[in-house]
């Protein structure tokens, strides 16, 4: 019995983990990706980047 206990917790452990470190690999991406946006705005001093993306995005969906 302690042996399935004790498995129990490593898998529930392990879920967590894997969870908050995809989070954070996701959230990661998502600032760099901003932080190119960004970028890209200030240099051409228009949000035209912004817009691109986003329609990108939409005709993605």
Same mark, same amino acid.
């Given at each position: 019995?302690?042996?399935?206990?004790? =498995? $129990?917790?490593? %898998?529930?452990?392990?879920? $967590?983990? %894997?969870l908050i470190?995809?989070?954070?690999?996701?959230? @990661?991406?998502y600032c *760099?990706?901003?932080?190119?946006?960004? *970028? *890209?705005?200030?240099?051409? /001093?228009? @949000?035209?980047?912004?817009?691109?993306e =986003?329609?990108? @995005?939409?005709? /993605?969906?």
């Amino acid at each position: 019995m302690v042996d399935v206990t004790s =498995y $129990c917790l490593i %898998g529930v452990t392990c879920f $967590c983990f %894997g969870l908050i470190v995809s989070f954070q690999i996701a959230h @990661i991406q998502y600032c *760099r990706k901003l932080t190119i946006l960004v *970028r *890209r705005s200030i240099s051409t /001093k228009t @949000i035209a980047p912004v817009l691109a993306e =986003y329609e990108t @995005i939409k005709a /993605k969906k």
